[in-house]
């Protein structure tokens, strides 16, 4: 059974950092993508950053230069680095992942707050 877990979050002050980790079990990382989504209230979910088997990263214009994904050596896991945080960042965040197959999974979902 694949399985996305989810570590990280919290409340944090505008400017601070968070780190966000999630680790894929019941599959290997290999042919596909893993990375975040996030959703604040009243709001469609959007993609955040995403990294591919190749390294290949992506990320939304919103959070580009303050946050950084990267895969776990070793590990099916990936974590994302936050940095200078704002207040629009609040929201819940994803891990989601795409594995061979396809195959499509997400996580729980961990909270982030950015206070003013």
């Known amino acids: 059974q694949v399985q996305l877990v989810e570590d990280g979050g919290g409340l944090v002050q505008a400017g601070g950092s968070l780190r966000l980790t999630c680790e894929a079990t019941?599959?290997?990382?290999?042919?596909?993508?893993m990375g975040w989504f996030r959703q604040a209230p009243g709001k469609q979910r959007e993609m955040v950053a995403r990294?591919?088997?190749?390294?290949?990263?992506n990320y939304a214009d919103s959070v580009k230069d303050r946050f950084f994904i990267a895969k776990t050596h070793g590990k099916n896991a990936i974590e994302l680095q936050m940095f200078n945080l704002k207040p629009e960042d609040t929201g819940v965040y994803y891990c989601?992942?795409?594995?061979?197959?396809?195959?499509?999974?997400w996580g729980q979902g961990t909270q982030v707050t950015v206070s003013s």
């Open positions: 989601h992942g795409l594995f061979p197959g396809p195959q499509e999974y």
């Open positions: 019941g599959t290997p990382f290999i042919n596909g993508y």
């Open positions: 990294i591919h088997d190749d390294l290949t990263r």
